[in-house]
């Protein structure tokens, strides 16, 4: 997928494979989505990369792809470069570097040249839901123009050089965060790419070579080299994007699963595609397509969904109603039969429904591999009247049902 960002006034053109959308950056707006849900109020997203790794790109293409992968949550992209200090007193103000007294506005861009309290205060008031100006820097100006965005998003993506710099003074910075990303390079990479930035603005390359060798080479290192571990670890080359690690896992729940003889085909080919995604898995059984009694595997395993040692169930047999009247008979079960994505979908969204049942007999193995990917995905909708109604179901479970021990 190709996309245009324009980076305080350098455009620039990037593109996304089908296969990192599919396998990073949707998955990872699901989770946000789902952070949010379970919140119940703004998560705010801290993106930290070296300069050059393409983060302000990439906090953008975040931004533009959620209107498709989450259009229930306004997903807004906001940068830490509008916390600069105004370029006056970067020319007035001289620090050291390397035992030598340097003016700031010479090493514009390295921690020290950033309002670090500025930002926190700023941050403190995102992190705890408020709508605010927030600023942006003017690349002609070389000044932050105050106020230039107004923050209102449901998930914040906040993306800077230093959100994640294990050292005195920013080290703190991300226990406002919700959640953390960073992002690995090649250093020579990163120079050319910085390079090739400078001369985009009218810089010639022999000057270009000499502020990123002296300025950015160093921001660049101290990234790399003084960045916390994050929630997700990225990395990007040539190839592309890649996840290096995932600490806070996008699917982390544990599955039960039972059918009959009808459902065991369907069961062993849905468990394989589960534990491929890292999902954990309970298997109560059947094992094989000898002909059983279907309550003898769905009742122990809707127990273990209704006591919390599974967090949802997934239950196979030849129509798919018999596992859902079994199930809908113990307290804390909400179990639903669903024959294609638009059942899977409403099933999720407006009942919140625990357990998926299907029907070997009714629907083919492709059908029920999509209506189960589409169930595990899709989380209910956190409105007022859908919640009311939810909790009206609920209500009605907890006088009639037996509480489960």
Excluded at 143 to 162: H, M, R, S
Excluded at 193 to 208: D, Y
């Amino acid at each position: 997928m190709e996309y245009t960002f324009d980076n305080n006034g350098i455009v620039i053109n990037a593109a996304y494979n089908e296969d990192e959308i599919d396998t990073i950056f949707i998955p990872l707006l699901k989770h946000l989505f789902k952070m949010h849900s379970e919140k119940g109020g703004r998560i705010l997203v801290m993106l930290a990369a070296p300069p050059g790794a393409g983060k302000s790109t990439l906090a953008g293409f975040l931004q533009h792809l959620s209107s498709k992968a989450i259009p229930d949550k306004k997903v807004q992209a906001i940068g830490m470069d509008g916390f600069h200090r105004r370029q006056e007193y970067l020319l007035s103000h001289s620090t050291l570097v390397d035992g030598r007294d340097v003016k700031m506005v010479d090493i514009k861009g390295a921690p020290v040249t950033f309002d670090l309290e500025r930002l926190k205060m700023k941050l403190s008031e995102v992190a705890l839901g408020r709508n605010i100006g927030w600023p942006m820097y003017n690349r002609l100006s070389h000044n932050p123009d105050e106020d230039a965005i107004f923050v209102d998003g449901d998930i914040i993506i906040l993306e800077g050089n230093y959100l994640l710099l294990d050292e005195e003074g920013w080290k703190d910075l991300s226990d406002l965060a919700d959640f953390t990303i960073s992002v690995k390079a090649d250093p020579d990479m990163l120079k050319e790419r910085l390079i090739e930035r400078k001369i985009s603005t009218g810089c010639s390359r022999e000057k270009a070579i000499t502020f990123v060798e002296f300025s950015d080479m160093a921001n660049v290192s101290l990234c790399l080299e003084r960045t916390k571990p994050a929630d997700l670890e990225l990395s990007i080359s040539s190839e592309g994007w890649k996840t290096v690690s995932f600490r806070e896992e996008v699917k982390t729940m544990t599955i039960a699963m039972a059918n009959d003889h009808a459902g065991t085909q369907m069961k062993e080919e849905i468990k394989k595609y589960l534990v491929s995604q890292g999902y954990e898995v309970k298997d109560f059984g059947t094992y094989d397509e000898n002909s059983c009694d279907l309550s003898d595997f769905v009742y122990p395993a809707a127990l273990a969904v209704a006591r919390g040692e599974c967090d949802r169930g997934i239950f196979c047999d030849g129509v798919g109603y018999g596992s859902a009247l079994i199930a809908n008979k113990i307290n804390g079960c909400y179990a639903a039969v669903c024959q294609d994505p638009l059942c899977a979908t409403l099933a999720r969204q407006h009942t919140d429904s625990n357990i998926l049942c299907l029907g070997a007999k009714i629907i083919g193995g492709l059908m029920a591999m999509e209506v189960v990917k589409t169930w595990l995905s899709t989380e209910p909708l956190m409105e007022e009247k859908y919640r009311r109604r939810v909790q009206k179901v609920c209500d009605i479970n907890d006088r009639h049902c037996v509480p489960v021990k």
